[in-house]
């Protein structure tokens, strides 16, 4: 298993207009992304926190431009981890760089 090194302190993209609620939710999928490159994590966990986020960010262009940013800010890509976590049909999943 490679090793994944992050900056220290990833700003995760956030938008104003977010409820605490919607942030939390946001927060966490993007953790969840971060595990996923960076160690392991359960697939109906991650997919349970990408369903939360779909429903916090319904617009596809809003999902891509936050994926966008959080790949400036992280080098990590939501599609590509998104990707990965439906076609794969493991219990546990990580992704390679």
């Known amino acids: 298993m490679k090793i994944v090194v992050l900056p220290r302190n990833i700003s995760y993209p956030l938008r104003d207009e977010w409820s605490t609620e919607d942030i939390i939710k ?4 993007y953790f969840a992304v971060e ?3 960076t160690s392991k994590i359960e697939r109906s966990v991650f997919l349970d926190k990408y369903a939360d986020f779909i429903e916090t960010v319904p617009m596809k262009m809003t ?3 936050l994926d966008r940013e959080f790949y400036q800010l992280s080098g990590l890509s939501i599609y590509h981890a998104v990707q990965f976590a439906q076609k794969n049909k493991k219990r546990y999943l990580h992704l390679e760089i």
């Open 26 to 29: 946001a927060t966490e999928f």
């Open 35 to 37: 595990q996923l490159y």
């Open 63 to 65: 999902q891509k431009q």
